[in-house]
């Protein structure tokens, strides 16, 4: 994968180590040491991923602003981490725009060091017939917060919002308050979020789906799937529905569970040890969800960077 990268130190750009050579010039970027703007203009393609990457060292702050100009298909990466193995603490803000029948597939890993602490706010407007897709992984930071909404405004737009996290540290906490709003009609949504947990590591995951008077033949489901190894972990998941409407098709699943003991003895009498077996069960659990990403340089990105090398 060799993403159009910018390169940002404490929220501040760093323009020499960045590599935005190939950035169409019509897509205007604008950025100050506590905001970003990035707007992508109209019938713009961009087959070469945007990648932002965040290094931190200390606390910061960032208000982001997207805006996705019609019939625009892009793919963006955000990727947080710590530089010189400091630990830091991030407080971000996004908002997106997505004008009619634009499409934008958003990827977020975060793997920032054990130490460190990630809140994220985000909020999307989708106007008629554009598509979303947004993936978010977790695999580091002792606690993050991610809380992301989304408003169909306008008929026809869809959202798919997929998540994975997998915590093995102790203490470490990771949630998601994900909201969805269908306002207009004939909307579409879906929520589908998995967790690993190990030792004494906590999640909590609410997904709301809220469809407003009005909003006929909406479709939303969501989906929250936890995988325990510990006894200590503790995993709770919230799904709730708000409707107001007829004519609408909306569902909900959560599990938490841990790992079958036959699924394992399985594997152990094919000649596998016991934490080998256990090690593949759990990367075809995350294999599941990993396999949602569209693009395929960047789902093996993120699959290696889960270490879920297994195939569904």
Avoid: W
């Amino acid at each position: 994968m060799n993403p159009i990268s910018f390169i940002f130190l404490n929220g501040e750009f760093q323009k020499k180590q960045s590599a935005i050579a190939a950035l169409p010039k019509e897509v205007e970027f604008q950025c100050t040491p506590k905001s970003i703007f990035l707007r992508f203009p109209k019938m713009l393609t961009l087959k070469t991923p945007i990648q932002f990457v965040f290094l931190g060292t200390k606390k910061y702050e960032l208000n982001n602003t997207i805006i996705v100009e019609e019939n625009c298909r892009i793919n963006f990466i955000e990727e947080y981490s710590n530089h010189l193995d400091k630990k830091n603490e991030t407080h971000v803000n996004t908002e997106i725009t997505l004008h009619p029948h634009a499409h934008f597939d958003f990827y977020k890993l975060q793997k920032e060091n054990s130490g460190s602490s990630h809140h994220a706010n985000f909020s999307v407007t989708q106007r008629e017939s554009s598509q979303l897709q947004m993936f978010t992984m977790d695999c580091g930071g002792l606690t993050a917060k991610h809380a992301i909404k989304v408003q169909l405004a306008e008929k026809h737009a869809s959202c798919a919002l997929h998540g994975l996290y997998l915590l093995e540290h102790d203490q470490q906490h990771v949630e998601h308050q994900v909201l969805v709003d269908h306002i207009a009609p004939f909307g579409k949504s879906a929520m589908f979020y998995k967790g690993v947990l190990d030792n004494d590591a906590e999640a909590k995951f609410t997904g709301r789906v809220k469809v407003h008077a009005g909003a006929k033949q909406s479709k939303a489901a969501q989906e929250n799937h936890h995988l325990l190894l510990s006894k200590r972990a503790i995993a709770k998941s919230e799904p709730e529905l708000e409707i107001y409407a007829n004519d609408i098709q909306c569902t909900h699943g959560a599990t938490v569970g841990q790992i079958d003991p036959a699924a394992i003895f399985y594997l152990c009498s094919r000649g596998m040890d016991r934490a080998t077996a256990i090690d593949y069960l759990c990367k075809a659990f995350s294999t599941e969800v990993l396999n949602k990403i569209k693009l395929e340089s960047v789902r093996e990105y993120m699959t290696r960077e889960a270490g879920c090398n297994v195939q569904s």
